[in-house]
């Protein structure tokens, strides 16, 4: 596996083609993506999911989607979308989120939805070590994703209980129901990543009632509202900010009618 950086992230505003991208080999800023989505040989996404979408060997992964490539409805509460990828000749592997529908399908070459130039999306990889595979889906069982493939094999995983219920499908149905791992990438210098998640059976508002009682700092939040996160929040050393829509990424506009992502 070539990762192209330890970890970026890409946000596509609403009617954006390219979109904006945060590597950690340069400043913590967005950056035009010189590239469209749709560019299957030179942008950095593309890349990235090079092989999950060819033939490769010695490279495995499982991939989950709520609504995976080819099927037409899937009746799930989840909302979870991204792909687990290791090679089984070295100890690497990358973890990717994103928060397109029908994305990737697997070996059957680089297709973006044009359908989805529209909406807003959000894309994250993580280039790791196999070692941090386990505490990924530690949080993912939470959450309940649909899995749509997976060839990775048991005897890469014989160490990783998570990882093993995750493959089988199985949930969990006892306490906690909100989970927080944290996981490290793989680089020189690597970046400190934590995880939170909860599962169906929490009633917690994932913003107020989890992530802002660890931080104790103020977060902005843009997330569409509804019921638990109505407004601005306030509580001891803790503060939530609802960014207002319309809002402008840079240059780009977006607007939480046509952006599905949260952030």
Not at 86 to 105: K, M, N, Q
Not at 216 to 240: A, F, P, Y
Request: with cysteine; aromatic share 8%.
């Amino acid at each position: 596996m070539q990762p192209v950086t330890a970890k970026q992230t890409v946000y596509k505003a609403p009617g954006q083609a390219n979109g904006k991208i945060i590597e950690s080999t340069s400043a913590a800023a967005w950056q035009n993506v010189a590239q469209p989505l749709n560019n299957n040989a030179q942008h950095s996404f593309a890349k990235a999911l090079e092989h999950v979408v060819g033939n490769h060997i010695n490279i495995k992964f499982l991939a989950y989607n709520n609504a995976p490539p080819g099927v037409s409805s899937t009746k799930t509460k989840s909302n979870s979308k991204g792909v687990i990828v290791l090679s089984t000749t070295t100890d690497s592997a990358a973890w990717i989120v994103h928060t397109v529908p029908g994305f990737p399908a697997a070996k059957t070459g680089y297709s973006w939805p044009a359908a989805e130039n529209a909406r807003g999306h959000l894309l994250i990889c993580l280039t790791i070590s196999e070692s941090q595979i386990n505490a990924i889906a530690a949080s993912l069982l939470l959450v309940q994703p649909v899995i749509y493939y997976n060839d990775i094999p048991k005897t890469e995983t014989a160490a990783m209980p998570y990882f093993n219920k995750l493959a089988d499908g199985k949930i969990s149905t006892l306490p906690p129901f909100t989970s927080r791992q944290t996981i490290r990438t793989q680089n020189a210098n690597p970046v400190t990543v934590h995880i939170y998640s909860k599962s169906e059976s929490s009633k917690y508002e994932i913003y107020k009632k989890v992530i802002v009682k660890v931080l104790k700092k103020t977060i902005k939040v843009w997330s569409r509202r509804d019921s638990k996160l109505k407004g601005n929040c306030r509580g001891s050393q803790r503060h939530i900010r609802l960014i207002k829509s319309p809002a402008v990424v840079v240059d780009h506009n977006t607007n939480l009618e046509a952006d599905i992502t949260n952030w």
